[in-house]
């Protein structure tokens, strides 16, 4: 009864149009009134204590990072490092995007931001070669979303501090996934322009390469210096956080000097409305977590799941089906803070790993940024390329496929996983 109260309470909120953080709050009252346990006082002291938590502090400057990253032209120099190197070759355009995009993912974690960033930079130049714009549009977004999985990644911050995962560990096992998925995008797109007729770029010349390179190096520290900081414990993720807007606003202030100083105010209102926004359905969702815990919800679901605790590989086939379905209708954010705690507990019962658990169910939540009809990044995408939704979707299929395949064979061979997150956290 608590688990269909739960999910009735949640998506009667939702069907009416309700914002996912009042709908959290909502449901966390409607579980109260259920356990007979309702207190306003209770119910307002989790939502303060919820945003009481000094990791949650690397949300808005990882935010702060990744405005900064676009305003003050780290992202520019990152496409041009990227043109430069593989820009001649055939369908070159579409690996620039890759690389650029898994370069980028190690500045900002954030899908959204990467998305605008390629979008505007890329597109027009592939559809100039020749290229198809429905295949452009879909390869950047579909790139984007390496973003959340490889570190420093807010989707991982958030997944920690709603289920008390590591943040660190979580952070250095998403590194080999997320260049996995790239590997598998760039697969995909030798495939579907084999038969296009594409304008080559001329070889960068030695000079221009090593230009180019100069130009980047201010810009590829950034990442050098969080995963090595980060693997070597020089600094937790919220310190990280910290370093990495630091360092973007001294590169883009001081080296750059693309970011006036004019400027900075509207770029640190821009990190605070979307970080409120990430902030808010944090406090709201631990209201629920909290509740989640005293019904012993984790608990029904394992009785549910009863038929699948014997096998773990089955048992994550089913739970990867289920977010594959929500990811449809519901963003990243809200399904990690209202999955999150009640499945982690679960894979744990049935001896998942639940570090490999949280990579798999960030890099699922990532696809469901590109999934119809509620993607985020699909969105993102369209309105800076200024291409329809239709043809968005038309684009991004066969490389949501890839993904989807990639994913499937982490399932399948857990050790994909494991082992770099082994390696690397050594």
């Known amino acids: 009864m608590t688990i269909l109260v739960f999910i009735a309470s949640l998506l009667a909120a939702m069907a009416i149009g309700m914002p996912i953080a009042y709908a959290l709050i909502l449901c966390g009252v409607a ?13 307002t002291q989790n939502v303060v204590s919820g945003t009481d938590s000094f990791t949650l502090l690397a949300v808005p400057f990882f935010m702060l990072a990744g405005e900064v990253m676009n305003a003050g032209g780290l992202s520019k120099r990152i496409v041009n490092l990227a043109l430069a190197l593989c820009g001649h070759v055939r369908g070159g355009l579409g690996y620039v995007a890759i690389i650029a995009a898994c370069i980028l993912s190690a500045l900002s974690g954030s899908a959204a931001a990467d998305a605008a960033a390629l979008g505007a930079l890329l597109v027009p130049m592939m559809v100039r070669a020749g290229h198809d714009k429905a295949r452009s549009v879909g390869l950047v977004a579909s790139a984007s979303i390496i973003g959340p999985i490889i570190p420093p990644s807010i989707a991982f911050i958030l997944l920690g501090v709603t289920t008390n ?24 797109w030798w495939i579907v322009v084999r038969g296009e007729d594409i304008e080559r770029r001329p070889r960068a010349s030695r000079a221009e390469r090593l230009r180019a390179l100069r130009e980047s190096l201010w810009a590829l520290g950034l990442p050098v210096i969080i995963i090595f900081g980060l693997k070597f414990g020089l600094f937790t993720p919220t310190e990280a956080a910290v370093v990495a807007a630091t360092y973007a606003l001294f590169v883009s202030i001081v080296i750059y000097r693309e970011l006036r100083p004019a ?30 815990t005293i019904a012993d919800l984790p608990g029904q679901v394992v009785q549910l799941l009863e038929p699948f605790m014997d096998s773990p590989k089955l048992l994550m086939l089913m739970i990867m089906l289920l977010i594959v379905v929500v990811g449809t209708a519901m963003d990243m954010a809200p399904t990690i803070l209202i999955l999150g705690p009640v499945l982690v507990p679960v894979v744990q019962a049935a001896g998942i790993d639940p570090i490999y658990f949280g990579v798999l169910f960030i890099i699922n939540n990532s696809i469901g940024l590109i999934t119809p009809p509620v993607g985020t990044v699909l969105n993102v995408t369209a309105g800076v390329t200024g291409t329809s939704m239709a043809t968005v979707i038309r684009g991004v299929t066969p490389f949501m496929l890839a993904q989807l395949i990639i994913l499937g064979l982490m399932i399948l061979f857990p050790g994909l996983v494991t082992v770099p997150a082994a390696w690397f956290s050594r």
């Open 31 to 43: 579980l109260m009134v259920q356990l007979d346990v309702f207190d306003a006082q209770i119910l």
């Open 165 to 188: 995962l590591s943040i660190s560990k979580l952070f250095m096992a998403g590194i080999a996934p997320g260049l996995m998925i790239g590997l598998a995008l760039a697969v995909a």
């Open 263 to 292: 400027e900075l105010y509207a770029v640190f209102v821009n990190a605070a409305k979307v970080t409120s926004v990430v902030i808010f359905m944090v406090a709201a969702a631990l209201v629920s977590a909290w509740l989640i």
